[in-house]
């Protein structure tokens, strides 16, 4: 088990070490880091001193190997665009995508469970047919539409939430948060279900698929012929069954939510890492988009790793799969 553990923790530095010198690139290839920092009252002098600090003139295997012993520590550097600490913008910005990811990954497991059994167990049922193609066309939506669409009704036409920002929020340390106040609840709402509506979709397709399969399963018969009540049939011993896929494809997408949850921010002015990304882009604030990088691909392997080396607790057999 140790062995296995170590090849997956191996494994996670390589890519990581692989996404270092992808965001390195970054750096080297978008421009004179010198020329986007410099403005015009800065004398050559200046240039070549800045130059100097940012350890530009050393060779480009030095300078691979510092990036990745600074950002190892955390350490992304200066903003170009406002010359605050990298990993200082992301830390503001971070409990605000948090929490819009957490609430979405909620809202998914709370509606997308219930409908697949329901679309199990009703079967052929003409209401089971068209949450199967409402499920269809939640995948198809692009998250930006569904926030536009959002927005056009319940802001808009029906003005019952508000169509941007992420409302009054209170400070618990350095974490800050719109759970506690009734502005920020409100302001959550909207972003929250843009971004959940394609979890729900997958989480209910695949409970669906699951609970069909276990439904045929000679146990679930067996219970069905000892005159076992159906609730506890399709609840109790079915769903029990089915959730392990879901736990898994849920703890893997919260990584990809909060990758992705940088077009729901956009579309609603969310003040988290997707708008610092995208202002960064805007800006060509080369450490900001190098940092975010880094920091989302470390969740997706991080997520990752844990994952396999769960399962490989819970199946042994897996342990000799490497």
Known sequence: ???FILSRIANAVMVMLAVAMLAFLIFRLA??????MANEQMTQADRDGLRERLGLNDGIVTQFGRFVVHAAQGDFGISYRN???VLGLIADR???TLELVLVATVISLVAGIPLGVLTAIRRGRWYSESLQFVSIVGVSLPSFVVGILLILVFSVSLGWLPAFGRGEVVSIGWWSTGLLTPSGRAALLLPAIALSLYQITLIMRLVRA???EVLRSDYVRFARARGVPRWRIHFRHALRNCLMPVVTMTAMNIGSLIAF???TETVFQWPGMGMLFIQAVTFIDIPVMAAYLCIISFIFVALNTLVDIAY???DPRLRDAR
């Not at 421009?31 to 986007?36: K, N």
């Open 210 to 212: 699951e609970m069909l």
């Open 261 to 263: 949850a940088l077009i």
């Open 1 to 3: 088990m140790l062995v």
């Open 31 to 36: 421009g004179d880091p010198v020329e986007l």
């Open 83 to 85: 010359g605050q600490d």
């Open 312 to 314: 490989a607790v819970i």
């Open 94 to 96: 971070f409990p605000a």
